[in-house]
Each structure stands twice: as structure tokens, then as C-alpha cells.
């Protein structure tokens, strides 16, 4: 089956089988390897991916389901050389180690700091309990989401400066 | 892992995968959120010749409260935690799906595939089963209303026709004077219950119990009604005695039996102390508590 979807803003096409899951198709047809392969049992997160914005487990998606939708992995956060103030927050506070659950967690970090742009730690807990980090560095993580929160808003703020001068 | 060959149709209209799904002769499943479904597929646990995909028919994701509360079948756990109706009138509803399983599957995992699948662990059986809600689905015979004590036949299984789709959840309106929660123990985030118990109350003008409704997770071949347990609350007031004596039959109700998340007779008494505390805090919201 001819599946099309925009993955980080660019517009891909691949014949898949219909069992072909979607994770598969990022790191093999589209070679994006930046997207991981953990427990391949939809436990550990290491493949998350953004389904049109939301935080999905991509070997628990089949491919032709993201025909015609947008997807968002790992290798689309850096924009023209600039880091993505997640990535720039995990290297500022040491958010990995092995680095294996790093893609997947900062996706869903995007994601949640999108729709909630100055999260609670327990707020940042709860939105990573469905990504597994196996040398258990979540205390980094935390600290790196917020990071990423704090430098986010900053930059929100100097972009609006009449609204963040009355909030 | 990969699911054994299967042939993919994603119609736009409900009545369209109806009539592919009534056409297959028992060689279809449909697809919603995938996450009991997808995995099953990797493990060669299922190996459907056609998947109807629901995902693309619009119209079967919503919440709304006319007369009754009405969940469409595609409406995601995610939306459900979200939805301002759910969590300040349906409180035991909005406990029911921030439990289950973690906060990603829960962005596509849908409460019409959570009852579908009818797995004993899965969470809004209980649930609803306490508020006496009822499943709509819908085949080639038109649309059928069916009562949530005559849904759950046996584990994995409902009595759903082959070529029924399920469309939407029914609640009764939430009432004043009423409340409910679902208070679940799990090993740990993501995990299915070790017990999760539902309780919802209504309690009349003397603060009685007028109705209760007990609902109980995996603690037996389906979610079980814990009948004894609503019977020892009914027309009493909601007093510790009360709980107590309820929470008693419960656990005695319940048909846990030994695996990797304990012994049974530990699993009874984890239903005696959820069920006490899953009603007390029935009892503080329906009386205006959080
Ligand atoms: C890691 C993990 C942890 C989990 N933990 C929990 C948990 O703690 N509690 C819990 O309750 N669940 C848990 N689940 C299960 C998850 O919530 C399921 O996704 C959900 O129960 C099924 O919904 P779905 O939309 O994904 O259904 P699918 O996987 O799409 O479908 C499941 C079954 O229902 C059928 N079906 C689906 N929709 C319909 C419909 N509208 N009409 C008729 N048949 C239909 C399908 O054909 C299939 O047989 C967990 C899953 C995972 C992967
Ligand atoms: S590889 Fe998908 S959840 Fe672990
Ligand atoms: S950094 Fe190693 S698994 Fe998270």
C-alpha cells in the first residue's frame, strides 16, 4: 500500500505492507534512526514519536494509520543549527547517560511542553511515567525539562514583551 | 515483532465498516486505539485476515452530556482526563482513565476498544458496571442498547455480534447527592491492576444509601458486580459499619486466583481495603467533597 505523510515537514512516500509498523518505516524506509527500538512490547517509550502533535508508541502504530497525517521524530527538533531548547536542556543538565531513551523522552517532553508550557515536577513525572529510562537518570530528565521550560518561556517572553510585561 | 500478514481497509463511514466487517465472515477485527490489539498481533496472539481501521470515520469521538452522558466509542483515554464535563461531574470516570495503562498509550488507547477487548484487567469494566451504563452498538440489524450487566460473557469475550461495533458508552446523568471512585494498586505506572475496585453511590435526603454500585478489576474471569456488597450498603447510612460490612462481601465476591501479581487470598484483602476506600471517598463526593 502507498502510504504519504509528512514527516518533520517534509513530504515522504513508501510502499508498505499493511503490517509494516510504523517505527519500522522511520528507521528503515526512511532511515531516521534517531527513533529507538526498546522493548518492542509498547512498555518502554524508547520509540515515541508525535502523531500530529501527540506523543505515540511508534511499534504499536501501523504504518499505513499515519498516511496522510504528520509526524515528528527526534532528528526534526534542531532547526538550522540551533538546538531545540529540549535537547539544549538535556545537554545543560545532564539529562542522559547511554542516551538509548533520550529521543523518545524528549519527544514527549516537546509535546507536553507545548500544551503546558511551565509544568509542575510532579506535572513533568507524570507526562514521562510511559518512558523508561534504564540507567534511571529521571532526576537529570526532570531537571533538564525544566530547563527547557524555563529557557522556552524566556524566549516567549522577549518575543512578546507587552504581554509578558502584564502577566 | 512482526504481526503475520493481514489485508487493511480504513473506511470513512461507520456504515461502510459495518458492511465489510458483517462481509468477512468472522475473518475481521476493527481497529481502534491498537494498543491491546497491535500487540496481540506481534505476538501471533491474533492473526486477523482484515483489519477494519475505525480510525479515519469521524463522528465517533466525543463527550457529551444531553439527558444522559454519552462517550463515542473512539474517544480516547487522553481526551476523557482532559475533558472538563468528565472530571467535574464524572469524577469516577476521570479516575477510571488516568489510570489505565501510561499517559501515551493513553493518547490512543479508546473506551470503546477498553470494553470491546474485555480483558478482566482492563479498567472502565468496573466502572461502568458501577454507574449501570449501558453500550451501544451498532450491525447490519440496526442499533442495539445493551444493559453493561449483559456485555461481559466471559475473559475476551462480549456479547457483541461478530458484525457489531460498538459506538457509543451511556451513564445515567450524575445526579445531585451522588459520587464515585476507582481506586486501582498496581505494581507500578503502566502496569494492569493488581485489583481495582469502583464504587458510586446515590444517597437520599436522610443521607442514606439509595443506590450503590460496586464494581470489581481482575478478580475474576470478567470485572465482576460485587451484588452482597451493594445489598449490605442499600438503605443504610454510609457510616464505617456500613463500609466495612460492604467491603467484607466484596472480597468475599471476589474470584481472585494466584499469578506473578500475588496470592489469592492477599488479593482478597486488597479488595476489602480498596473497597473501603473507594467508598469513603465515594461518600465525601457525594456529599460535595473532591
Ligand atoms: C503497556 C500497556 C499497558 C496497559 N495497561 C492497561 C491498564 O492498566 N488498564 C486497562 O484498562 N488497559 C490497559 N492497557 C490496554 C489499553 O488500554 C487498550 O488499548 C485498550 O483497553 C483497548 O483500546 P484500543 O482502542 O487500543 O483497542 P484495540 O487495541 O484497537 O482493540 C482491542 C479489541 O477490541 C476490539 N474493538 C476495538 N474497538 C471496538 C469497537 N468500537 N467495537 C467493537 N470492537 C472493538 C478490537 O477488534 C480488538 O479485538 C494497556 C496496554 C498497554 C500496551
Ligand atoms: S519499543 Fe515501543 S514502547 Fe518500547
Ligand atoms: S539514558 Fe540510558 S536509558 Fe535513559
Known sequence: MRVQLTINGASREADVEPRLLLVHLIRENLLLTGTHIGCDTT??????VLLDGRPVKSCTVFAVQASGRTVSTVEGLEQNGVLHAVQEGFTKEHG?????????MMMTSVALLERNAAPTELQIRQAISGNLCRCTGYVNIVKAIQH???????????????????? | MIPAAFEYEAPTELAE???????SGGEAKVLAGGQSLIPLMKFRLAQPARIIDLNRISGLAYVRENGDLRIGALTRESDLEESAVIRDRYAIVADTAAVIADPIVRNLATVGGNVAHADPANDHPATLLALRASVVARGPRGERVIPIDDFFVDTFTTSLAPDEIVTEIRIPRAQAQSGGAYIKLERKVGDFAIVGVAAHLQLDGKGSVATAGIGLTNVGPTAIRA?????????????????????????????PVADLRGPAEYKRDVVRVLTTRALRRAVARAKGGK
Open chain 2, 227 to 255: 451484588r452482597h456488597a451493594e445489598e449490605a450498603l442499600r438503605g443504610r447510612a454510609p457510616d464505617d459499619r456500613a463500609i466495612a460490612a460492604a467491603a467484607e462481601a466484596a472480597a468475599a465476591e471476589s474470584q
Open chain 1, 43 to 48: 512498555s518502554c517509550g524508547a520509540c515515541t
Open chain 2, 17 to 23: 465498516a459495518i458492511d465489510r466487517l458483517a462481509r
Open chain 1, 96 to 104: 542522559l547517560q547511554c542516551g538509548f531513551c533520550t529521543p523518545g
Open chain 1, 148 to 167: 527547557a521550560s524555563a529557557t522556552m518561556r524566556e524566549a516567549k517572553a522577549e518575543k512578546e514583551p507587552a504581554t509578558a510585561g502584564r502577566a
